[in-house]
Nanobody, 118 residues
Framework: QVHVVESGGGLVQPGGSLTLSCKTSGNIFRRHDMGWFRQAPGQQRDLVAIINVDGTTTYKESVRGRFIISKDYSQDTVNLQMTNLRSEDTAVYYC????????????WGQGTQVTVSS
């Protein structure tokens, strides 16, 4: 059974930085593209960054140039480095394996809360 556990969220001021980590199991990130999603209150869960099995990356327009997604093979983690954070980045962030249509493939983890506020 595949599990993902997200961590690293917190409260940060606008313009600040955070790095999120997604601990994976089942060798999932070697077999599937991996993505970071986020869900703000009252809104749908959106895909913001993808890292393919071959390491290529894709970003939602609103985070391009500020977020970097990466894989750490020694730790089996998928990380999301976030800089120049804005209030609109406030959300619960989740990671998951991603299918060819951007759909989540595995059971959701608990997510990690990111709050950007002064």
């Amino acid at each position: 059974q595949v599990h993902v556990v997200e961590s690293g969220g917190g409260l940060v001021q606008p313009g600040g930085s955070l790095t999120l980590s997604c601990k994976t199991s089942g060798n999932i990130f070697r077999r599937h593209d991996m993505g970071w999603f986020r869900q703000a209150p009252g809104q749908q869960r959106d895909l913001v960054a993808i890292i393919n099995v071959d390491g290529t990356t894709t970003y939602k327009e609103s985070v391009r140039g500020r977020f970097i997604i990466s894989k750490d093979y020694s730790q089996d983690t998928v990380n999301l480095q976030m800089t120049n954070l804005r209030s609109e980045d406030t959300a619960v962030y989740y990671c998951n394996a991603v299918g060819s249509w951007g759909q989540a493939l595995e059971t959701w983890g608990q997510g990690t809360q990111v709050t950007v506020s002064s």
